[in-house]
C-alpha cells in the first residue's frame, strides 16, 4: 500500500471522499489509498476534511496491525493514528504519521493554526497520552536534539485494575483486526480521478434512480454480507412462447441489481436495476440535476425516503 500524498488536483473531476464536493484543478488534495470494489485505489480528500473526518486516535485493541510507516507490529495498547478512506483503514504511529501531517499543515493556508489537539478520538485517551500525541505530531516526528539515538517508549494504555481476589477483569475478545487495509465497505461518499485512478467513466461515480424518486448523485458501493442477502433476485425479461409459454430472456437474467449509496446529509443505500444506474459525466449531471435539483455540489435535498434501501 502507498504512502498517502499531498498534492496539486491535475484536473476538477475529483470529489472529497469525505464531503462529496468536486476538488477544484490546482488545488491541495489529500490522496489515501484504499481497497473498492476488490482493488485498491486512490482517493481523495480536500485537505481540512481530511484532518476532521479521515485522521482517528486511538488504543490498539490487539497486536494484530502493522505500521505502514516501518511495518512493524503496533502491539495492543499502543496509541496509533488511522487514516480513514470508507471502510479501509490504514495505521500508523504517532513519530510515523508526523511527518506527512506536518507536511500538510505547513503547506496548505487554510489549515494555518490548525489544532492538532481537535484530532478525532484524541480526548478519550489517558492525560498524558494527549499531550504527548500532540507534542509528537507538531514536532514532525523528528528526535530530541538532546539525544538523537534515542527512541521515545511506545504510548500505551494503562493497565486495568485487578479485581478485589486479584483476579484480572475478563474482557470480551475485541473484533478481528485486518495486519492490512480492511475492504470498503461502509458505503461513504467518494471519487477517484485519472492516471491509475477511477475516471468518470468507469461509473465508479455515478446516477441512480430508486423507485419513484428522481435520478440522484451515488457511487456503487462494496455491498457487506448483510447487504447481499437483502438483494432481490434478476427479473428477467419475457416473451410468448409456443403454447403461451413464457420464455426467459438469457441477457436480462444476468443483469443483477447494483448497490449503490446515494450521497445526502444521511447516507443511504438502495438495490437498483443496472438500468437505472448511469455514469456520473457533465453530460449526464447536465441531464439529470434539475430531476431532483441535485449534484455532488448540492445533495441537500431532492430525494425521497423512497430512494433509500437502508442505512448506511
Request: proline share 7%.
Given at each position: 500500500?502507498?504512502p498517502?500524498?499531498?498534492?496539486r488536483?491535475?484536473?476538477?473531476?475529483?470529489a472529497?471522499?469525505?464531503?462529496?464536493?468536486?476538488?477544484?484543478?490546482?488545488?491541495?488534495?489529500?490522496?489515501?489509498?484504499?481497497?473498492?470494489?476488490?482493488?485498491?485505489?486512490?482517493?481523495?480528500?480536500?485537505?481540512k476534511?481530511?484532518?476532521?473526518?479521515?485522521?482517528?486516535v486511538?488504543y490498539?485493541?490487539?497486536?494484530?496491525?502493522?505500521?505502514?510507516?516501518?511495518?512493524?507490529?503496533?502491539?495492543a495498547?499502543?496509541v496509533?493514528?488511522?487514516?480513514?478512506?470508507?471502510?479501509?483503514?490504514?495505521?500508523?504511529?504517532?513519530?510515523?504519521?508526523?511527518?506527512?501531517?506536518?507536511?500538510?499543515?505547513r503547506?496548505v493556508?487554510?489549515?494555518?493554526?490548525?489544532?492538532?489537539?481537535?484530532?478525532a478520538?484524541?480526548?478519550?485517551?489517558?492525560?498524558?497520552?494527549?499531550?504527548?500525541?500532540?507534542r509528537?505530531?507538531?514536532?514532525?516526528?523528528?528526535?530530541?536534539?538532546a539525544?538523537p539515538?534515542?527512541?521515545?517508549?511506545?504510548?500505551?494504555a494503562?493497565?486495568?485494575?485487578?479485581?478485589?481476589k486479584?483476579?484480572?477483569?475478563?474482557?470480551?475478545?475485541p473484533?478481528?483486526?485486518?495486519?492490512?487495509?480492511?475492504?470498503?465497505?461502509?458505503?461513504?461518499s467518494?471519487?477517484e480521478?485519472?492516471?491509475?485512478?477511477?475516471?468518470?467513466?468507469?461509473?465508479?461515480?455515478?446516477?441512480?434512480?430508486?423507485?419513484?424518486?428522481?435520478?440522484w448523485?451515488?457511487?456503487?458501493?462494496v455491498?457487506?454480507?448483510k447487504?447481499?442477502?437483502q438483494?432481490?433476485?434478476?427479473?428477467?425479461g419475457s416473451?410468448s412462447?409456443?403454447?403461451?409459454?413464457?420464455k426467459?430472456?438469457?441477457?436480462?437474467?444476468?443483469?443483477?441489481?447494483?448497490?449503490?449509496?446515494?450521497?445526502?446529509?444521511?447516507?443511504?443505500?438502495?438495490w437498483?436495476?443496472?438500468?437505472?444506474?448511469?455514469?456520473?459525466?457533465?453530460a449526464?449531471?447536465?441531464k439529470?440535476a434539475?430531476?431532483?435539483?441535485?449534484?455532488?455540489?448540492?445533495?441537500?435535498?431532492?430525494?425521497?425516503?423512497?430512494?433509500?434501501?437502508?442505512?448506511?
Amino acid at each position: 500500500m502507498s504512502p498517502p500524498v499531498l498534492e496539486r488536483a491535475k484536473s476538477g473531476r475529483s470529489a472529497c471522499r469525505a464531503t462529496g464536493e468536486f476538488i477544484g484543478e490546482g488545488d491541495w488534495r489529500v490522496g489515501v489509498e484504499a481497497f473498492r470494489a476488490g482493488r485498491l485505489t486512490m482517493t481523495w480528500f480536500q485537505p481540512k476534511a481530511f484532518l476532521k473526518e479521515a485522521v482517528q486516535v486511538e488504543y490498539s485493541p490487539n497486536g494484530r496491525a502493522r505500521c505502514k510507516g516501518d511495518d512493524s507490529v503496533i502491539e495492543a495498547g499502543e496509541v496509533r493514528l488511522a487514516f480513514i478512506s470508507g471502510g479501509s483503514k490504514a495505521y500508523y504511529r504517532p513519530a510515523q504519521a508526523a511527518a506527512f501531517l506536518a507536511e500538510v499543515l505547513r503547506k496548505v493556508p487554510e489549515l494555518k493554526g490548525f489544532d492538532l489537539a481537535s484530532l478525532a478520538g484524541l480526548t478519550d485517551l489517558d492525560q498524558g497520552h494527549q499531550s504527548a500525541v500532540v507534542r509528537i505530531l507538531a514536532s514532525g516526528g523528528k528526535r530530541s536534539a538532546a539525544n538523537p539515538r534515542k527512541q521515545a517508549a511506545p504510548l500505551k494504555a494503562p493497565k486495568a485494575k485487578a479485581t478485589p481476589k486479584n483476579k484480572a477483569v475478563k474482557r470480551p475478545a475485541p473484533a478481528d483486526e485486518e495486519d492490512e487495509e480492511e475492504e470498503d465497505q461502509s458505503g461513504e461518499s467518494g471519487d477517484e480521478e485519472g492516471e491509475g485512478e477511477e475516471e468518470e467513466g468507469g461509473a465508479e461515480l455515478v446516477w441512480a434512480k430508486h423507485g419513484a424518486s428522481p435520478w440522484w448523485p451515488a457511487y456503487v458501493g462494496v455491498p457487506t454480507a448483510k447487504q447481499l442477502k437483502q438483494r432481490p433476485a434478476p427479473e428477467a425479461g419475457s416473451s410468448s412462447g409456443k403454447g403461451g409459454k413464457k420464455k426467459k430472456h438469457r441477457k436480462e437474467e444476468e443483469e443483477p441489481p447494483v448497490l449503490v449509496v446515494f450521497f445526502g446529509p444521511r447516507q443511504s443505500w438502495a438495490w437498483v436495476a443496472k438500468d437505472a444506474v448511469e455514469p456520473y459525466t457533465q453530460a449526464s449531471r447536465l441531464k439529470h440535476a434539475g430531476s431532483g435539483k441535485a449534484s455532488l455540489g448540492d445533495s441537500s435535498g431532492g430525494r425521497g425516503k423512497a430512494a433509500s434501501g437502508g442505512g448506511v
